[in-house]
């Protein structure tokens, strides 16, 4: 399986002739759907989810079929049967690659913000995305897509985070508001400058690929 970071927090898991594109949000290009098989969506909040772009994608592709939570279905109100609403402890079969679904909630911004649902995908047994969530699947995990930054998270919540998941390899998403400057204070903290953790950390820039 291949792994393509799209910016923020989207990425892009191919397999053959299968793509699966994760929160193709406002920060991300639109094109990024462009050939998609499947989409899954982890939460509503714009960063993540951006309607238009996705209904126009399921106009152009009567084949495109959307994995997410009920408000976000119930917000891209897609065709009858394309959009499956899934939650924590669903296990789906996605373009025929195996998806658990783990996690209820967005993560605390403040206690005065209502929080939304999220939930998080282990796609093939290996790639786990959260979404907006420290949520630890409870079962092993290859890769994890971790949220390095973001209005509800401190660091040494994202080290305990990778800590508790303690998956093979952790690669950033969550963190196209970040300058380089915050990128190398992120990346040190959570490698050589940091307190540790039992899995290797790196990032791939917008475009970037690495097979799995």
Same mark, same amino acid.
């Given at each position: ?5 799209? @910016?923020? #927090?989207?990425? $892009?898991?191919?397999? &053959? %002739?299968?793509?699966? +594109?994760?929160?193709? =949000? ?51 109100? @897609?065709? #009858?049967?394309? $959009?499956?609403?899934? &939650? %924590?402890?669903?296990? +789906?079969?996605?373009? =025929? ?116």
């Amino acid at each position: 399986m291949e792994l393509t970071k799209h @910016g923020h #927090a989207c990425v $892009v898991l191919s397999e &053959g %002739d299968r793509r699966l +594109v994760l929160d193709p =949000g406002g920060f991300t290009d639109p094109a990024v759907l462009r050939g998609a098989t499947a989409v899954l969506v982890t939460h509503e909040h714009p960063d993540h989810f951006a309607p238009e772009p996705l209904r126009a994608a399921l106009a152009a592709d009567p084949a495109l079929e959307v994995w997410t939570n009920g408000a976000v279905a119930g917000l891209l109100d @897609g065709p #009858a049967g394309r $959009v499956h609403v899934v &939650g %924590d402890g669903d296990a +789906v079969t996605v373009a =025929g690659i195996d998806v658990t679904v783990h996690g209820e909630l967005h993560e605390i911004i403040h206690p005065d913000i209502p929080r939304v649902g999220n939930v998080g995908f282990l796609v093939g047994g290996s790639v786990f995305h959260p979404g907006d969530a420290l949520t630890v699947p409870g079962e092993p995990v290859g890769t994890l897509l971790l949220p390095v930054h973001a209005p509800w998270s401190k660091m040494w919540e994202v080290i305990d985070y990778v800590r508790a998941v303690d998956a093979d390899q952790a690669f950033a998403v969550h963190d196209g508001l970040l300058n380089e400057t915050g990128l190398g204070l992120v990346g040190g903290l959570l490698g050589e400058r940091g307190p540790g953790t039992p899995t290797p950390y790196s990032r791939l820039a917008p475009g970037d690929s690495i097979e799995l």
